[in-house]
């Protein structure tokens, strides 16, 4: 991947909102001189059953996070990357949206670029069909991958055998949730060989109608690694903190709050300066720690808190 396509292209925070870009398809130009040649491998994949679609990447590359992943949930997941050029994030959208299919939404945007030889970009649109672009003039090693549900790609790997772990570790983990499957997809491309260029940051972006915070929010899972020497480690363990906050116990796993427990709970709470009636000591505690989320009344609690409450 490498930036410096175009300097009026916003890569911040908005760049996954996907209805602020006019669905303009214009030529774009050939990449400046100023554009750095980067490593890139990432994945874009979907979960049909759970309503999901997401996008993980690494790259040796500051912040990659900020210009590779782009997804709407029940419309597509789109990584653009090599000479990257950000505007096939929010006009790729547009072209799912509209009903196009992955391939045709790689073969328009591709089109109506003539730096298109210098692009890769890997789409899974709405229904879970996958298509994948590598343009003639990447560098080696290029290439990418299709299956049900996914798009994996990469370039200035090692080998081919980068992208076909991401593929292999994406395939054998059905069992997993979307965004526990991208991160092993990661950690297995790298064990696999990588970028030649090493590592330097990592992103994972997953999206679900509704599905975010108090289910005011499309974003499940945005977190990203701007810069550091072992960045996927680093991704995992602020996942973890995330699902930690924001992940969801089945309620049939919440412990129901007996006597006995709740005694301990009060217990517990008091020492750490939170008293007065059960319930509201309770909520406190968890509002002041951020768990919140994963409170409801005190008839049964979530095991997640509990160790969290029993930790301290």
């Given at each position: ?49 759970a309503g999901q679609w997401g996008v993980a990447v690494q790259s040796k590359f500051l912040s990659v996070g900020s210009v590779v992943p782009w997804a709407e949930p029940g419309v597509g997941a789109i990584a653009t990357q090599a000479y990257a050029n950000p505007r096939y994030g929010p006009n790729g959208l547009a072209l ?217």
């Amino acid at each position: 991947m490498a930036l410096g396509i175009d300097p009026v292209v916003s890569t911040g925070h908005f760049r996954r909102t996907y209805g602020q870009s006019p669905h303009v398809l214009k030529a774009a130009s050939q990449a400046m001189p100023r554009a750095k040649r980067i490593a890139t491998y990432s994945i874009a994949a979907c979960d049909l059953e759970a309503g999901q679609w997401g996008v993980a990447v690494q790259s040796k590359f500051l912040s990659v996070g900020s210009v590779v992943p782009w997804a709407e949930p029940g419309v597509g997941a789109i990584a653009t990357q090599a000479y990257a050029n950000p505007r096939y994030g929010p006009n790729g959208l547009a072209l799912l949206r509209e009903g196009k299919s992955a391939q045709e939404a790689v073969d328009e945007l591709t089109a109506a670029d003539d730096g298109r030889e210098q692009r890769q970009l890997g789409i899974v649109d709405g229904q879970g069909r996958a298509a994948t672009y590598t343009g003639g003039e990447c560098y080696d090693w290029a290439g990418g991958r299709t299956g049900e549900g996914y798009a994996a790609q990469g370039n200035i790997l090692v080998s081919a055998e980068t992208v076909d772990a991401l593929v292999e570790t994406f395939e054998g983990s059905g069992q997993k949730p979307l965004a526990e499957r991208l991160l092993d997809c990661l950690a297995a491309a790298q064990a696999a060989g990588g970028d030649k260029r090493g590592q330097q940051s990592a992103s994972l972006l997953i999206v679900e109608r509704d599905g975010g915070y108090a289910q005011l929010s499309d974003i499940v899972v945005d977190l990203r690694v701007e810069d550091h020497e072992r960045p996927i480690e680093e991704l995992t363990r602020i996942y973890r903190l995330h699902q930690a906050i924001f992940g969801e116990t089945p309620r049939d796993q919440w412990i129901q709050v007996d006597d006995t427990l709740a005694g301990e709970l009060r217990e517990r709470l008091a020492r750490l300066g939170y008293e007065g009636e059960l319930d509201d000591a309770f909520l406190r505690w968890a509002g002041n720690e951020n768990l919140e989320e994963r409170v409801d009344g005190i008839v049964a609690v979530d095991p997640v808190v509990l160790e969290e409450l029993r930790s301290r």
